[in-house]
């Protein structure tokens, strides 16, 4: 069966310093790839996805980037983090038409 | 680009009573799903509809994919404490990625 993991759960990061969150795909190939943000625990809000390794779409202009280094594997980063990076992240992949999402990482920038 | 209302934004109800959330969409979806979404955690898909007219039961949750093929309804019967959290409708049009409704925020008085 296919499982997702991102990590890690929970993060503090100091304003400006740069960000890493991973996520991995277990148990299929060539699966979509998505990060999404949530705030205030309402709303999902795309940031990237991708359909293919180095392919990476981006849905909002914004402080992050994504990378796709390897076919089960989805990167979110950033080179200087800012106040209103705070949220809840998650992952999700899919293959046609239902979205399976990871556990989250909760984010806060101080 | 495709937007989702959902409503109600929330809803406080008493154990035992049945609910109703729906939503309606500005353009044709071809996948109507359903994610339940507790804290801390990623979303969970309870229900997907792929026939306009569908109607799919998930134990006491029930779900229609409309006529239409731009809305659809969530109901869950006989509510019990654990039901509480955040319900995402989400549909597939002729975008590749899943738009998601804004939330409702089901809480559960005993």
């Known amino acids: 069966s296919q499982t997702i993991h991102q990590w890690p759960a929970t993060l503090v990061q100091p304003v400006g310093s740069p960000l890493s969150l991973e996520c991995t795909v277990e148990g299929t190939s060539n699966p979509n790839l998505y990060w999404y943000r949530q705030a205030a625990g309402r709303g999902l809000q795309l940031l990237f996805y991708s359909v293919g390794i180095g392919q990476i779409s981006s849905e909002v202009p914004q402080n992050l980037s994504a990378s796709r280094p390897q076919d089960r594997q989805f990167i979110l980063s950033s080179k200087k983090l800012l106040l209103s990076d705070s949220g809840f992240y998650l992952c999700a992949w899919s293959l046609d038409t239902e979205a399976f999402f990871g556990q989250g990482t909760r984010l806060t920038v101080v | 680009g495709q937007q989702l209302n959902q409503s109600p934004q929330s809803m406080f109800i008493q154990e035992g009573e049945d609910v109703s959330m729906n939503c309606t969409s500005s353009?044709?979806?071809?996948?109507w799903l359903w994610y339940k979404q507790e804290p801390g955690e990623g979303p969970v898909l309870l229900i997907a509809?792929?026939?306009?007219?569908e109607l799919t039961s998930n134990g006491r949750l029930t779900a229609q994919f409309g006529i239409t093929r731009k809305d659809s309804f969530l109901n869950i019967s006989a509510s019990i404490p654990s039901d509480v959290g955040i319900y995402f409708c989400a549909g597939r049009g002729s975008a590749r990625q899943l738009t998601f409704g804004s939330g409702t925020q089901l809480t559960v008085l005993p």
């Open positions: 509809l792929y026939k306009a007219g």
């Open positions: 353009s044709i979806f071809n996948t």
